[in-house]
């Protein structure tokens, strides 16, 4: 059984063309995160909600933007990605006794 | 200095092996967790520590809070291990990555 779901598992899009991910729980975990990961690289926190308080990274691109319209779902905007935005995108949640679920992540490729 | 740091980096094993990988830690923390990655995969938490230490079929890990380190172990390694394995750390609402050790198990 799925508990944290992300939508598309690769996604391909253009130089400076918008796109969504999106990630979707079923654990109601009050915190979702959004990491980006690079090869062989360790994920770097994007934002993370506590409910719907948002947290930004510092050194999160303004390029990057993201909402969690109600507990379950949270989407993670790219406005005009760059070829250095091709990355993995995990979506993450913790509980309240701070155990993690990962999603599969979403391949970005950016052309 | 990273705040979460792992040894080795990579760590190439023959089939049958005892394999250990250690993580050290320089945050206070709620807890650690053990993930691991296959490549290109998502990543899947195997064990989150605590206190103590935690066994689940031939994994076990353990975490000494007052050293501030813990080591995750293999028993009887087996080719299908082979994937980057993650110590991260609980710090108030943060999960702190070390750099992953990349583990090969040859049969």
């Known amino acids: 059984d799925a508990m944290v779901i992300q939508n598309p598992r690769y996604q391909v899009t253009q130089f400076g063309k918008p796109v969504t991910l999106s990630c979707s729980q079923t654990?109601?975990?009050?915190?979702m995160y959004w990491y980006q990961q690079k090869s062989s690289q360790a994920p770097k926190l994007l934002f993370h909600y506590y409910d719907k308080d948002f947290n930004n990274e510092a050194d999160t691109p303004d390029n990057f933007q993201s909402r969690r319209p109600n507990t379950s779902f949270c989407f993670l905007d790219i406005r005009s990605p760059g070829l250095g935005d091709a990355a993995m995108y995990l979506c993450?949640?913790?509980?309240?006794?701070?155990?993690?679920?990962f999603g599969p992540g979403t391949r970005l490729t950016v052309l | 200095k990273n705040e979460v740091e792992q040894s080795p980096q990579n760590l190439t094993a023959q089939e049958g092996e005892f394999i250990t990988i250690n993580c050290s830690y320089s945050v206070g923390i709620s807890a650690l967790h053990w993930l691991q990655q296959h490549p290109g995969g998502g990543i899947v938490s195997l064990f989150m520590l605590s206190s103590g230490k935690k066994k689940h079929g031939r994994l076990i890990a353990t975490i000494n809070i007052q050293e501030k380190h813990s080591s995750l172990h293999i028993t009887a390694s087996h080719p299908r291990d082979s994937a980057v394995y993650i110590c991260?750390?609980?710090?108030?609402?943060?999960?702190?990555f070390g750099e992953g050790t990349q583990l090969t198990v040859n049969p």
């Open positions: 654990l109601n975990h009050n915190v």
């Open positions: 993450a949640t913790r509980g309240s006794y701070n155990e993690q679920f």
């Open positions: 991260a750390v609980v710090s108030g609402s943060r999960l702190t």
